[in-house]
């Protein structure tokens, strides 16, 4: 089955840490770029951060120098370690993978199913 499961979510108090994993199962092949986006309820999903299979990353401000993305192709997993936490930072985070399929020349766009973080003030 080609899923995305997140993990690592939960309640933190401010200026707290929390270090999300996303690994994708062994059906999906050739993973390209992986991001990780967040949704508060009633907003749209916004990009936190990318990383290219190569493990170039992207940030978005306002996570820049407080969050690091990172993965392990071998295991086919992605990582979000979050420090400086806010309450603002609060969401349920998704993971995102791409992979580009030769055969159809177009690509997959593969989510989790979200995992809450919460932030308490």
């Known amino acids: 089955q080609e899923q995305l499961v997140e993990s690592g979510g939960g309640l933190v108090h401010d200026g707290g840490s929390l270090t999300l994993s996303c690994v994708a199962s062994?059906?999906?092949?050739?993973?390209?770029?992986m991001a990780w986006y967040r949704q508060v309820s009633g907003k749209q999903r916004q990009l936190v951060a990318s990383?290219?299979?190569?493990?170039?990353?992207n940030y978005a401000d306002f996570v820049k120098d407080r969050f690091t993305i990172s993965r392990d192709n071998g295991k086919n997993t992605m990582y979000l370690q979050m420090n400086k936490l806010k309450p603002e930072d609060a969401a349920v985070y998704y993971c995102?993978?791409?992979?580009?399929?030769?055969?159809?020349?177009?690509?997959?766009?593969?989510w989790g199913q979200g995992t809450q973080v919460t932030v308490s003030s």
């Open positions: 990383i290219t299979r190569g493990g170039s990353a």
């Open positions: 062994a059906a999906i092949n050739d993973i390209g770029d």
């Open positions: 995102n993978a791409r992979v580009f399929d030769l055969e159809s020349m177009s690509t997959k766009y593969y």
